[in-house]
């Protein structure tokens, strides 16, 4: 049995101690000129998912705390979707404010614009309830951002992911996460990439994904778990960064909660484009 111990805390990175040993053991490093956690920068220029992905951004309303997560651009009929973890959405239990992506996001340049979310989505199921365990399955969001100067998120990225739906139990090898950690050694305005297998956890629901060759440090939820030209699933947690041999848990993609939330999302964007002037 697959125990998952997690780091609950990917949002906010003053949570996290920092530790000097290998997270990662060399053997099972498969990114090249990976670190200690498996993970090495993105070099420019940004193509392909890599320029789908960015940083979103929103305030707590109660403390005016700043939180950045990551986020990708999903393929839809409305083509103005963001891809995110739901707790991505939330600080204490709060849906974030001012919420807004940024794709390609690169060292505090957004090269692709500031796209302001006008509405988000997450399973009910994470409304008012604190970030746990047993959520992981459901740790899925999405953001409809507006449009500028009459042109669609997807106009300006090109064309997003498409979403890939993996029933529980299905192993993928060589995907490709990618974020923006934050902590000693990472500047959280960097784009990383980290390549791992990943194989099923064992949690209720729809199942999780783990990858024991990658650690996600903070800062690095919601970013996207890329399978070729398609996105298997967000990042959600990690094991705690003490622990030596670390991994990683990716949501899926697959189940009626994400693909109902998909279908909402996408007719909702589509009817507030066709009702705007």
Known sequence: ???????????????????????????????????????????????????????????????????????????????????????????????????????????GSPPLGVWPAVRTWAPARWRGRSYSAELLPYDVGLVGVATAARRSLEDVTGPGLRPLATGKGTALRGLE??????????????????????????????????TRNCHAAAGGSGGPAVYGQEVAGVV?????????????????LGGKSFTRMYHEADRAMRLRQASSP
């Open 1 to 107: 049995m697959f125990r998952l111990v997690l780091v609950l805390a990917l949002l906010d990175p003053t949570a996290v101690t920092e530790v000097s040993h290998r997270n990662i053991p060399s053997d099972k490093v498969l990114t090249p000129d990976g670190d200690r956690l498996g993970y090495a920068p993105v070099s420019r220029p940004f193509t392909g998912a890599r320029r789908l992905t960015g940083v979103l951004v929103g305030r707590d309303p109660v403390t005016g705390t700043h939180l950045m997560c990551g986020g990708t651009v999903l393929g839809s009929r409305s083509r103005s979707l963001v891809l995110t973890a739901a707790h991505c959405l939330y600080h204490e239990g709060r849906l974030l404010r001012q919420l807004a992506f940024l794709p390609a996001y690169d060292r």
């Open 236 to 252: 959600s947690s990690s094991s705690p960064l003490k622990d030596a041999k670390g991994f990683t848990v990716v949501t899926r």
């Open 177 to 210: 996460l990618l974020g923006y950690p934050k902590g000693k050694q990472y500047p959280g305005t960097r784009m990383y990439r980290c390549v791992g297998d990943a194989v099923e956890g064992t949690v209720r629901g729809p199942g999780v994904l783990v």
